[in-house]
């Protein structure tokens, strides 16, 4: 089905028609349109347009009022001020599009007339290494991207950027050449099991890699032999790269169990770490070299930059080279730019990472512009993203000052959010089955849109108190917003007389008409947010439509006290809606929603 034009959209075009009558001029020229507070929609646009042509502005839109014709769409627009358009929409023009939207299983969303290919770089965990609470807002926040893209056409590249490269590799698998069997895992009666939690998984990398660092740390002979194990595995020995491999594996268990308790699909085709670019390393500082963009420093080969300086006042380079010939981070990047334009035929990346690390960001992309990787066609942008606080304002920690493991978090979320779900369990008829699940659900979902509310540049407080309750601005709301409607569903289907049917012939009541005009702006919102890579904006949009809901339903009965047919009809037809554009928009955020809560 074709996408269907917003209100706003049609209003506008009718405003817009009617300046170019009066202002030949101005043909093309935007309205301005905006919701107001005052009518519907306002149009600012006029004052500007009558300033550029020397008219005046309230006579320009007098008589551009008299030149819309009101009944279909428009049902009253005036003059307001010293040339503002306020314009009311009939209520036909309200139940006639959202019917229309209906009809649609996108909800009659457009897809962008300019998709292309975005790559987003997100959850980048370490190999060998516990996932923390400061890798949960790059997985939620670029999850979320990556669907909202999707819906709106475009072609997304997830890639999963972890850290599977560097000099730790050595002592590692040395340890585990010298003690081949840390890593088997054992069932209970001692033989090796193939089979093995993630749990377990991070247990014996763990145990493995404190008895590696103590043993380099005190054992002279076995440092020499583990930096020597790092010059084979850089040089691609066999032995090395299964030993290598093996961590690889290992840690994939662990990531793959923590993803799975975040309600996040990730697949090994999207995992290429540091390892993934070895191969373009040298051909990407011959290139920058040779193309003058970088430079050797002190046998560091480096790109300097005017407008970056120490504290010394001197340039502050981007090392793509050591001195000593290893490759850092920024080669490691740089390659993955030219991979992702390149062979992947990206015309956007986006690089879904820590406000810290924003400099190093700025040095790389400029980099790759000034090497023509980067340019107008093709642009690279990160999504920054604050830091997690505790209740306290300062960076989230265990009371022993220890950074707090992710897989703790959530399950601390699961617990809260299921003893909430026990608590309304008997009065909506749940299962012991169902409560497990729906506490799943909803701990995740607290935890996601706590994240995901918040603008990502911003850091937030972790308080699950406030993020599994059932008031203000949490996922529990909307999901219990959602789980009501469909109960008001099922309670109207049981009494058999009545059905979600649009009456477009109908007065809406105020709140209807604040129901309806939210619903209509779906898919505006859905572009907004996808454009301005803010979810938080989408967040927002579900908080107000759950709000305006309930405002709804304690205004306008739907079943008790009972009204006339058609009116009870239109209104199921706005509550049906209410909860298709509650799940779409939850499922863009990566958060279910249940249907009994």
């Known amino acids: 089905m074709a996408s269907v034009p917003s209100l706003a959209s049609s209003v506008n075009q009718r405003v817009a028609d009617a300046l170019a009558s009066a202002l030949p001029e101005a043909g093309g020229a935007d309205p301005l349109l905006r919701r107001s507070d005052r009518a519907d929609f306002q149009a600012n646009g006029i004052l500007a347009l009558a300033k550029k042509a020397k008219a005046n502005p309230r006579e320009l839109a007098t008589t551009v009022v008299g030149s819309i014709p009101t009944g279909d769409l428009i049902a009253d627009i005036e003059v307001s001020g010293p040339g503002f358009l306020n314009i009311t929409?009939?209520?036909?023009?309200?139940?006639?599009?959202?019917a229309a939207r209906a009809g649609d299983d996108r909800l009659?969303?457009?897809?962008?007339?300019?998709?292309?290919?975005?790559v987003i770089d997100y959850a980048q965990p370490n190999v060998a290494k516990e996932m923390h609470v400061g890798h949960l807002r790059s997985a939620v926040i670029g999850a979320a991207m990556v669907e909202i893209l999707e819906f709106t056409g475009e072609k997304v590249v997830r890639r999963h950027h972890i850290g599977d490269w560097g000099t730790q590799f050595g002592m590692l698998i040395q340890y585990l050449i010298e003690h081949p069997h840390e890593l088997d895992h054992k069932s209970a009666d001692g033989a090796v099991d193939a089979e093995v939690s993630g749990e377990e998984a991070m247990s014996n990398l763990n145990r493995l890699y404190k008895a590696s660092r103590v043993l380099f740390d005190s054992d002279e002979e076995f440092k020499t032999r583990a930096r020597a194990r790092v010059v084979d595995l850089q040089a691609g020995d066999e032995q090395t790269l299964a030993m290598w491999q093996r961590f690889v594996d290992e840690s994939k268990i662990y990531f793959y169990s923590v993803f799975d308790k975040l309600d996040m699909d990730i697949q090994d085709p999207d995992v290429v770490g540091e390892s993934g670019y070895n191969d373009m390393l040298v051909e990407t500082c011959k290139l920058l070299e040779d193309s003058g963009v970088a430079v050797r420093s002190n046998g560091a080969l480096?790109?300097?930059?005017?407008e970056y300086k120490g504290q010394d006042g001197n340039p502050t380079p981007l090392i793509v080279q050591k001195s000593d010939g290893?490759?850092?981070?920024?080669?490691?990047?740089?390659?993955?730019?030219?991979?992702r334009v390149g062979n992947l035929k990206a015309d956007t990346l986006i690089y879904v990472v820590d406000a810290r690390q924003s400099l190093h960001f700025k040095m790389v992309f400029e980099t790759a512009r000034r090497a023509g990787w980067l340019n107008d066609e093709v642009k690279a942008v990160q999504l920054a993203f604050g830091t997690v606080l505790?209740?306290?304002?300062?960076p989230f920690k265990t009371r022993e000052g220890e950074t707090?493991?992710?897989?703790d978090l959530?399950?601390?979320?699961?617990?809260?959010?299921?003893?909430v779900v026990r608590e309304k369990a008997e009065k909506v008829g749940l299962s012991e089955a169902e409560i497990v699940e729906n506490g799943q659900y909803v701990g995740i979902g607290a935890v996601k849109y706590a994240d995901l509310s918040t603008s990502a540049a911003r850091d937030y407080k972790f308080d699950l108190d406030q993020m599994v309750s059932l008031n203000g601005d949490t996922s529990v709301y909307l999901q219990y917003a959602y789980a009501r409607i469909k109960s008001i569903l099922r309670k109207a289907a049981e009494a058999g007389d009545r059905t979600p049917v649009a009456h477009p012939e109908l007065e809406l009541a105020p709140a209807e008409r604040a129901l309806g005009l939210h619903l209509d702006q779906f898919g505006e919102l859905i572009a907004e947010a996808a454009a301005e890579h803010?979810?938080?904006k989408l967040a927002a949009y579900l908080y107000q439509l759950s709000s305006l809901f309930t405002t709804f339903y304690d205004q306008c009965p739907v079943i008790k006290p009972e009204p006339e047919l058609v009116v009870g009809e239109n209104r199921l037809f706005l509550c049906d809606l209410t909860a298709r554009t509650l799940s779409k928009g939850m499922s863009l955020l990566g958060i279910r929603t249940p249907e009994k809560l």
């Open 302 to 306: 480096c790109v300097f930059f005017d």
């Open 410 to 419: 959530l399950d601390e979320a699961v617990e809260r959010a299921t003893a």
């Open 89 to 98: 929409v009939s209520d036909r023009a309200i139940i006639e599009t959202l």
């Open 404 to 407: 707090v493991r992710l897989v």
């Open 108 to 118: 009659g969303v457009p897809y962008a007339a300019n998709a292309g290919t975005t």
């Open 326 to 339: 290893g490759f850092g981070y920024a080669a490691t990047d740089l390659s993955a730019i030219r991979d």
């Open 534 to 536: 803010a979810p938080h």
């Open 390 to 394: 505790g209740k306290d304002g300062k």
